[in-house]
């Protein structure tokens, strides 16, 4: 039998629409725990590729033969293996193409809303990261936010609407991901926007991003208002966009909010955090529509693929914004922060322009989760 070829866009539509897949994932045990391919009807089998160097003989009554089955290893390489000799057994199996390398980088654009006059915001899905990037159009000209390196995804987008991108934010300086911001902005010819709290170290030029500075967007002027939200960084600024959506960055999620500890200040921060989510946001209308820049689990996502909800929800819902007392809640914070992601501090000097990886090591900084959030 032939070995099929599985996307990261083939796994995510699946992924999207609840269909069911098998995964046997070939990496190591601690790799596998650390960070898989998840989805909400997906089932696992985590069997070491060292493990079945001899053949497929033990697990072969494992696999289901009435379900999709795709084969996942780091980079391809040992999936193709894997998946040859269960091929060879009589099983119809795919592999991932490029692995969970490829899984890390594959970003979804999805459409989340339509502003005034025809403007649309767009929302990418770095689906196996949990990292969300935005794209604000009107009338021939665009604005991105919190851009992952993938950068020609945002290029190549904005081109096929026909839109110039003529402004670049980055909420915060990120710790989880390398911002392609500066790189998109030279590329575009475009302005590059940072917090200027958060770029006391950085080694190029940007303009400094402040409380109440208003960008506009196309003809039509559409608004992008910076809002001063500290917490997860000291420089942490959010956007409201068109008075309709609310660009949260890193300080508050669906089902989380953001961790205060990334740049060592858990303890300095907490207040700050505590400030922005329950007075800062408070005075906002509940109306508006979050569109945070990270997800932590699967669930969060919507029918169709995207990740926002209503403020007004949120401050319902969402636990880290429903408890009263500030003692409770600085413990809640500081004692149940998560493990830092992966090379945070060189993804920092990198986002700095203090260092310059090659590609390759870019990617295995960023292997895994962000890990930006406190739940």
Known sequence: ???????????TKKLIQKEELYILDVRNESDFNDWKIEGVSFEHLNVPYFELLDGVDEIIEKIPTNKDVLVVCAKEGSSVMVAEMLSDAGLNVSYLKGGMKAWSEHLEPVKVGDLKDGGEIYQFVRIGKGCLSYLVVSNGEAAVIDATRMTDIFLNFAERLGAKITHVFDTHLHADHISGGRTIAEKAGATY?????????????????????????????????ALYSPGHTIGSTSFV???????????????????????????????DLRNTLYNRYRELSDELIVLPAHFMMIDEL??????????????????????????????????????????????????????NPDLDNQREMEIGPNRCAVR
């Open 302 to 355: 919507n029918d169709d693929g995207s990740v926002s909800e209503k403020l007004r929800s949120l401050f319902k819902n969402n636990h880290g914004l429903t408890i009263e007392d500030e003692v409770e809640f600085r413990k809640l914070v500081t004692e149940n922060l998560p493990p830092q992601p992966n090379a945070y501090q060189e993804i920092r000097e990198t986002n700095m322009g203090k260092i």
């Open 241 to 271: 966009v068109d008075k309709k959506f609310l660009l949260s960055g890193d300080i508050l999620f669906i089902d989380s909010i953001g961790r205060p500890d990334l740049a060592g200040k858990a303890e300095d921060w907490v207040g």
């Open 1 to 11: 039998m032939t070995v099929n070829v599985m996307t990261s866009k083939d796994v």
């Open 193 to 225: 926007w940072l917090p200027s709290k958060d770029a006391t170290e950085v080694m190029f030029d940007y303009e400094p991003l402040e409380e109440g500075k208003v960008i506009t967007i196309g003809n039509t002027m559409i608004d992008i208002s």
